[in-house]
């Protein structure tokens, strides 16, 4: 089988995390590929993500590096037997693989953190405000991508809607509720959605108000997807350029600190549903 051109987020991820173990364990690639009955090539390729790996041969490895954290190696034989696709397959070579990676990460997810200073959070946005947002692409973007872009954005939502809703902390800065995306309309919608939105019991929602002297980090929004284990937790950047996936030890720290931070900023979940419903009757 040829190896994988274009490896998912998640596949990278189990190939990284092995690396990290073998190289914890002292153990050159060569000799790892050697104990597998292959070569070096064989192991850089499973730690590029570009092979898959059975759960049979990642347990191997756990044992042959001496690893001992249980939990991780269940994960990482989780991963390894992942086989099913998900709705986000349907939209491949339609959308940039970033939209998919995220989509099969929440998926996975055990809870989700955002920190949106200009936009309303991707997941938390309603069709309109998405047309709206999209709107400026409609000169370089086919008609028909953007459609996908609005349904697949939409359909994200599935993640708060199953049996066992997905933990959702959104942490919003009050430019972004104040931004008119669309016109007063669309923008008051987006304002009732949130409040709506934020009386699910598995969302918390806070505002980040113009008076807050303190956090004043206004670069890439953030999302924080926690993994089944903390080593598997993932930090997404979206910016113009499309997104940028970080999950090594001292990044996943910097961004927790920063949602923490930008927690403790914020207005309590009622203080934030008020001010969002002052917004919404000024529009």
């Given at each position: 089988?040829?190896?994988?051109?274009?490896?998912?987020?998640?596949?990278?991820?189990?190939?990284?995390?092995?690396?990290?173990?073998?190289?914890?364990?002292?153990?050159?690639?060569r000799e790892a590929g050697a104990f597998?009955?292959?070569?070096?090539?064989?192991?850089?390729?499973?730690?590029?993500?570009?092979?898959?790996?059975?759960?049979?041969?990642?347990?191997?490895?756990?044992?042959?590096?001496?690893?001992?954290?249980?939990?991780?190696?269940?994960?990482?034989?989780?991963?390894?037997?992942?086989?099913?696709?998900?709705?986000?397959?349907?939209?491949?070579?339609?959308?940039?693989?970033?939209?998919?990676?995220?989509?099969?990460?929440?998926?996975?997810?055990?809870?989700?953190?955002?920190?949106?200073?200009?936009?309303?959070?991707?997941?938390?946005?309603?069709?309109?405000?998405?047309?709206?947002?999209?709107?400026?692409?409609?000169?370089?973007?086919?008609?028909?991508?953007?459609?996908?872009?609005?349904?697949?954005?939409?359909?994200?939502?599935?993640?708060?809607?199953?049996?066992?809703?997905?933990?959702?902390?959104?942490?919003?800065?009050?430019?972004?509720?104040?931004?008119?995306?669309?016109?007063?309309?669309?923008?008051?919608?987006?304002?009732?959605?949130?409040?709506?939105?934020?009386?699910?019991?598995?969302?918390?929602?806070?505002?980040?108000?113009?008076?807050?002297?303190?956090?004043?980090?206004?670069?890439?929004?953030?999302?924080?997807?926690?993994?089944?284990?903390?080593?598997?937790?993932?930090?997404?950047?979206?910016?113009?350029?499309?997104?940028?996936?970080?999950?090594?030890?001292?990044?996943?720290?910097?961004?927790?600190?920063?949602?923490?931070?930008?927690?403790?900023?914020?207005?309590?979940?009622?203080?934030?549903?008020?001010?969002?419903?002052?917004?919404?009757?000024?529009?």
């Open positions: 089988m040829p190896p994988r051109s274009s490896p998912t987020v998640r596949q990278a991820r189990l190939g990284a995390e092995l690396r990290k173990l073998r190289e914890a364990a002292g153990m050159a690639a597998l009955g292959g070569n070096q090539a064989q192991i850089s390729h499973i730690e590029a993500g570009r092979w898959g790996v059975s759960a049979d041969r990642v347990r191997r490895l756990a044992t042959r590096y001496s690893a001992l954290d249980q939990k991780l190696i269940d994960a990482l034989c989780a991963m390894a037997e992942e086989r099913r696709k998900g709705w986000w397959e349907e939209y491949r070579g339609i959308l940039d693989p970033g939209f998919l990676d995220l989509a099969e990460l929440e998926h996975h997810a055990t809870h989700l953190r955002c920190v949106n200073v200009i936009n309303v959070p991707g997941i938390l946005q309603t069709e309109e405000y998405i047309r709206a947002i999209h709107h400026s692409y409609r000169h370089v973007l086919p008609a028909e991508n953007i459609e996908a872009r609005v349904e697949f954005r939409l359909r994200r939502r599935t993640i708060l809607e199953r049996d066992a809703p997905l933990p959702l902390n959104v942490i919003v800065h009050e430019a972004a509720l104040r931004m008119r995306f669309g016109g007063r309309k669309v923008a008051r919608g987006q304002l009732e959605y949130l409040l709506e939105a934020s009386e699910q019991p598995s969302v918390t929602l806070r505002v980040l108000p113009f008076t807050c002297e303190e956090f004043i980090e206004a670069t890439d929004a953030p999302t924080y997807v926690g993994g089944v284990v903390p080593q598997l937790d993932t930090v997404q950047l979206d910016n113009p350029m499309g997104s940028v996936y970080l999950g090594a030890e001292a990044q996943l720290n910097r961004y927790r600190m920063l949602i923490d931070f930008a927690e403790c900023s914020s207005l309590s979940e009622a203080e934030s549903r008020q001010l969002i419903h002052h917004l919404a009757r000024e529009l």
